[in-house]
T-cell receptor, first 117, second 113 residues
Framework: GAVVSQHPSRVICKSGTSVKIECRSL??????MFWYRQFPKQSLMLMAT?????????EQGVEKDKFLINHASLTLSTLTVTSAHPEDSSFYIC?????????????FGPGTRLTVL | QKEVEQDPGPLSVPEGAIVSLNCTYS??????FMWYRQYSRKGPELLMY????GNKEDGRFTAQVDKSSKYISLFIRDSQPSDSATYLC?????????????FGKGTHLIIQP
């Protein structure tokens, strides 16, 4: 149980284009989803928190106009990196929370590796 | 000073040894403490979840939290090559992952056959 998927697993794009990453909770309904970014040999850094049907809350230093988050349903959240640049290249990981589960914590997806050329 | 400090390693031990992994933190408001295992280019997998100070055991894994010292540990008994991975400590202010988690950098563990 507690399966979270991400699509795509890897994406390469040209500078200036936009990329959409999907995060789905497959066997539970997620009231809250989180987006993290992980640079090589660094810890996961929280980017934003999204609750179904409401606007995402962004961490300090994260541009909301650049990283668009939509949480349209209890099983799907999307992160769109707009006008991507090489410095946006990173490993993006989502997590999902379901208070209904016996261990109420965050379950992580497998991550999406973004490379911007 | 970073909120969560974790030695990145690598930590290399022989198969069968007891492994001790640790994190220190500075913010006393953290109440919930987790350990995740992450294989290369994969998402973190939850191993242990504890609230406040104390010990918790699950199979070969034992998590310890000492809030007075702001120090948490993960012990792995009878270590196996398949335990080779990066181990991340994480913590949050409120329960159940309602808040985003604050992670350590992760310790790269290598179990030598």
């Amino acid at each position: 149980g507690a399966v979270v998927s991400q699509h795509p697993s890897r994406v390469i794009c040209k500078s200036g284009t936009s990329v959409k990453i999907e995060c789905r909770s497959l066997d539970f309904q997620a009231t809250t989803m989180f987006w993290y970014r992980q640079f090589p040999k660094q810890s996961l850094m929280l980017m934003a928190t999204s609750n179904e049907g409401s606007k995402a809350t962004y961490e300090q230093g994260v541009e909301k106009d650049k990283f668009l988050i939509n949480h349209a349903s209890l099983t799907l959240s999307t992160l769109t990196v707009t006008s991507a640049h090489p410095e946006d290249s990173s490993f993006y990981i989502c997590s999902a929370r379901s208070p209904a589960r016996s261990t109420d914590t965050q379950y992580f997806g497998p991550g999406t590796r973004l490379t911007v050329l | 000073q970073k909120e969560v400090e974790q030695d990145p390693g690598p930590l290399s031990v022989p198969e069968g040894a007891i492994v001790s992994l640790n994190c220190t933190y500075s913010n006393s408001a953290f109440q919930y403490f987790m350990w995740y295992r992450q294989y290369s280019r994969k998402g973190p997998e939850l191993l242990m979840y504890t609230y406040s100070s104390g010990n918790k055991e699950d199979g070969r894994f034992t998590a310890q939290v000492d809030k007075s010292s702001k120090y948490i540990s993960l012990f792995i008994r009878d270590s196996q090559p398949s335990d080779s991975a990066t181990y991340l400590c994480a913590m949050s202010y409120s329960g159940g992952g309602a808040d985003g988690l604050t992670f350590g950098k992760g310790t790269h563990l290598i179990i030598q056959p």
